[in-house]
């Protein structure tokens, strides 16, 4: 029986007290020096599952595209970050991005890009992209745009070494001042989780110093990302179950599969185990020549730290510190209070706009166009929002029955704590300007 164990303390009392109290209760169990064991292989050995299109009708899920590639571990790669980098390069949907570009299409609801990474050896890199009907429609120009702004990162490999030292910058604000904890189970088991991933606990639990920056092992992945190897799954509740060949034969072999007859809209076998209708093809060149049309010309890598706080200066407590906020701007329009924090003692800062206002939940009407209205502030700001995050900066709108509220979040960099405002203001202005001429500007007039 194989059994490998992590062990994750956390508390109120000081090291000495939480060492002796490990040792209490865990000296009895006996290192054995137990090597976990190696899984070698992997499922998506060629010529079977890999370099695959299969399209397949669930019974109820909301119609999408996985596009993913089988690439060499990268576990071992952790302190070059080389996962990290990529999620914020998919995942942050901000001018130029993929997952920005599929939803201003109106391809699709929502895109994410994820990593297996816990196999021994081999990773999984996927994008997953939620479909709209027009996305169902436009299916090849999705996948096409994929394949574009996986281009775009091949050429600008280059680059990524700026990216990789932002990352680095972002992730040492983080570091340096992170905050409590809100549950304290969850940090343990996430703790105790990421130390299997580790050679050193060192190696999570240091500053980012301890980061290695290698832009060939970025290469090799990003390069690993071709439509040859690429495996898509195309799935669709709505497709009409014309099935023309009921026998099968698995495991698939990819190399015999026949790319005659494709299309994303019929099914040729029904999936032994659950009935699923699908059909399966090789994603040979010539069926994906016209996938690979889009060069990345109009995508482009993030500007990451726009909103990276550089002034962690906390101020210091005065000898009598004030137990309520003080009124410090007053005059006929509004009111400014302020007040320091004497517990937590993090360059943090909250700010809190209040629109009082009794008409936000006098009718269905007015509560349905709060909601509306709070949506579209979202999609005004979007980019700056993603880009905030990076930098520990966050905005939230709430409408409630005493009137509108507006809450700025992050670190208290004054400067670009002022700048993440203003672009976030800028941006719903620019919003609303562009829909004047449109029916939906009459939603602001009940607000002002």
């Not at 999936?271 to 040979?284: D, I, L, N, Q, V």
């Amino acid at each position: 029986m194989f059994l490998q164990m992590q062990l994750v303390v956390y508390g109120r009392e000081n090291l000495d007290q939480l060492e002796m109290m490990v040792r209490d209760k865990f000296s009895p169990i006996v290192n054995n020096d137990t090597k976990a064991p190696f899984f070698p292989g992997t499922p998506f050995m060629a010529p079977h599952y890999t370099g695959q299109i299969v399209v397949y009708k669930p019974l109820s899920i909301t119609p999408s595209v996985l596009i993913f590639w089988q690439t060499q571990p990268v576990q071992k790669w952790y302190r070059e970050r080389i996962i990290r980098v990529l999620s914020i390069l998919f995942n942050t949907e901000t001018e130029g991005s993929l997952g920005l570009h599929v939803k201003a299409m109106g391809w699709a609801t929502g895109s994410s890009f994820s990593v297996e990474e816990d196999a021994d050896t081999f990773s999984l890199f996927s994008f997953n992209v939620d479909l709209t009907a027009k996305g169902c429609d436009n299916l090849v120009d999705v996948i096409a745009s994929v394949y574009g702004y996986v281009a775009m990162l091949k050429d600008n490999i280059a680059k990524l070494g700026a990216i990789w030292s932002d990352v680095k910058e972002l992730d040492t604000a983080s570091f340096n001042h992170v905050e409590l904890p809100s549950n304290v189970a969850s940090f343990v088991s996430d703790m105790a989780s990421l130390m299997r991933t580790v050679d050193k606990p060192v190696d999570f639990l240091s500053p980012p110093e301890r980061y290695i920056r290698n832009i060939s092992d970025f290469k090799e992945i990003v390069e690993s990302f071709t439509p040859q190897n690429a495996n898509i799954l195309y799935a669709n509740p709505n497709l009409a179950s014309n099935i023309t060949n009921k026998s099968v034969e698995f495991p698939l072999d990819c190399a015999a599969l026949s790319t005659d007859n494709f299309t994303f809209d019929a099914f040729h076998h029904i999936e032994p185990y659950f009935s699923t209708p699908y059909s399966a093809y090789c994603a040979s060149s010539k069926l994906q020549e016209p996938w690979t049309s889009a060069k990345g010309k109009d995508f482009m890598l993030p500007k990451l730290t726009k909103y990276l706080p550089t002034n962690l200066t906390v101020l210091p407590l005065p000898s009598d510190p004030p137990t309520e906020p003080q009124l410090i701007v007053h005059d006929n329009n509004f009111s400014v209070w302020w007040m320091q924090d004497p517990d937590f003692r993090l360059p943090n800062l909250i700010l809190k706009c209040e629109a009082e206002t009794n008409k936000l939940f006098d009718s269905v009407t007015h509560a349905a166009l709060a909601t509306l209205y709070d949506y579209y502030v979202d999609v005004a700001a979007y980019s700056v929002i993603q880009l905030g995050a990076l930098g520990g900066y966050g905005v939230s709108l709430i409408p409630s029955f005493e009137g509108l509220y507006l809450q700025f979040t992050g670190y208290s960099d004054g400067q670009v704590f002022k700048n993440f405002m203003q672009d976030f203001l800028n941006g719903e202005r620019m919003f609303w300007s562009q829909k004047k001429n449109q029916k939906i500007r009459f939603i602001v007039v009940w607000l002002m």
